[in-house]
């Protein structure tokens, strides 16, 4: 396996059918939702507030490019009072983070304090999207990030119009929004225990914060049709006799038409964009046109996946289209907090499988090229263990001889979880480059890709929720 499987969304090129079209997820109902099973995290509260608050940020104004500027470092936060004091461990220590105990992992996560800083940006950045520790970890990590350091904007490497709608849940309490989004990602890992889990845990520290959130995506739109029903609304309402015409040119089966006609609806929206704010809003209309921008990104991306050449589409369609949206959101000047794949987010890594000299570069450096030391990223590293793949089947996480992974899983300590700097020589001599198990295309200084690091001694393969 690469470094990526992709999307969340995307099955493995033996089972593409629930790709291109929205399927319901077997039992999903039954497995995950309205209280009908219990949390594997034994801290996580299942009661979710009710109070009414709603709303959404808006990533953008344009379908065009924009000149990337970095944003001003977002006001600090004052934790509420109900955040546990303990004294924050020293990263360089390689403390042990608790996943079962919310307390005490929330103190050992403050050795990651110094290392965050002002960042406008945090990437956690997992290596494979099929070990359940790595969301478990991210659940302790985001409560941190949103509870104590004032994160604001939770993204994740799905559609935006695929997370807009988990707004009504981590916001509302509306657990139908968290069935909704669960079943259309249908036989995905989107749709695992853990993740509903860690959405759950999102919830929770959203109470705990006492301030709303945003779920946004910043990916492709590579399960097109929530995107395409979210673009007819809008439509609807501001167009009512052009409408139909205007859909029907985004149902194209022919994805070469799909990826032109997408972009002529585009460029229509622009050319109307005074009439069309005049009868809705400046971030509906801005909702609709990211829309219209992820829906021709991911006919793109799909022409080039179902070819079989996963790499083209990731590294000249979805790595360029993530780090556009990304620094986008960062541009709103609320701090994002968000949740992707390592090949994604590592600071100075080509696309998955370009050598370098390329061109093609995960999106992480486009990020760390516009917000500078206000992009971090905390990598998650596994030793030998299980896993889960795209297909729904499990097999041995295995690492590379003489990799960064394989080094870390020598070390002597019983810790499920730890987490570690990517500069020194302790506990590892980090000031050398190393080979990465899952990103094979570089030898690297750990601190050229990411600031921190957490490492998963025995991995094990997340819960599938179909």
């Known amino acids: 396996m690469g470094h990526s499987t992709g999307s969340l969304r995307v099955k493995d090129a033996r089972n593409k059918t629930n790709v291109l079209k929205t399927t ?7 497995l995950l939702y309205g209280g009908m099973r219990k949390s594997r995290l034994p ?3 299942l009661a979710l507030s009710t109070s009414l608050v709603t709303g959404i940020g808006t990533m953008g104004c344009s379908v065009d490019a924009e000149p990337v500027t970095a944003p001003a470092p977002p006001a600090a936060s004052t934790p509420p009072a109900s955040v546990p004091s303990c004294a924050a461990p020293r990263l360089e220590d390689g403390p042990e983070l608790p996943l079962d105990d919310l307390a005490k992992g929330t103190c050992a996560a403050r050795a990651l304090d110094a290392i965050i800083g002002d960042a406008s940006v945090v990437c956690l950045a997992e290596s494979s999207h099929g070990v359940a520790e790595s969301t478990r970890v991210d659940a302790v990590l985001a409560r941190h990030l949103i509870v104590d350091l004032g994160f ?7 559609s935006d ?3 807009r709608g988990l707004d009504a849940f981590v916001n509302d309490g509306d657990e139908s929004a968290l069935e909704a989004y669960l079943d259309d990602a249908g036989e995905t890992l989107a ?26 995506g ?9 995107t395409r029903a979210e673009i007819g609304r809008y439509l609807d309402q501001v167009d009512p006799t052009g409408a139909a015409a205007l859909k029907a040119k985004l149902t194209a089966s022919n994805l070469d038409v799909a990826v032109r006609q997408a972009k002529e609806v585009s460029a229509h929206l622009q050319s109307e964009r005074a009439a069309y704010v005049a009868r809705s809003s400046e971030r509906a209309f801005d909702l609709c046109a990211t829309d219209l921008e992820s829906l021709a990104d991911g006919y793109a991306f799909m022409k080039s996946y179902e070819a079989g050449d996963f790499k083209t589409g990731n590294g000249e369609v979805r790595d360029p289209s993530m780090g556009r949206n990304l620094i986008r959101l960062a541009r ?13 987010c590592a600071k100075d890594f080509p696309s998955q499988g370009y050598a370098e000299p390329t061109d093609k570069h995960a999106f992480g450096r486009a990020v760390a090229g516009a917000l500078g030391d206000r992009y971090r990223v905390i990598a998650h590293f596994y030793g030998v263990g299980d896993e889960r793949y795209q297909s729904g089947k499990t097999g ?4 590379t001889k003489g990799s960064l992974d394989a080094a870390l899983d020598a070390l002597d300590s019983p810790a499920r979880a730890r987490l570690m700097p990517t500069r020194g020589t302790t506990p590892l001599d980090f000031d050398k480059p190393w080979k990465l198990t899952r990103m094979p295309e570089k030898v690297t200084l750990p601190a050229d890709q990411a600031d921190a690091l957490v490492f998963v001694k025995a991995p094990t393969p997340v819960t599938l929720g179909w």
């Open 24 to 30: 319901s997820a077997r039992s999903a109902r039954i």
């Open 152 to 158: 604001r904007v939770v993204a994740y490497e799905d």
């Open 218 to 226: 910043i990916d492709v739109a590579i399960a097109p049709a929530k």
């Open 332 to 344: 709103e000047g609320k701090r994002v907090l968000v949740r992707a794949h390592l090949g994604h």
């Open 43 to 45: 801290w996580l509260s």
């Open 396 to 399: 041995r996480y295995a690492n």
């Open 191 to 216: 749709n695992t225990h853990e993740s509903a889990d860690l959405l759950r845990g999102i919830a929770k520290a959203r109470i705990d914060s006492k301030d709303k959130l945003s779920l946004r």
């Open 161 to 163: 119009a695929a997370l």
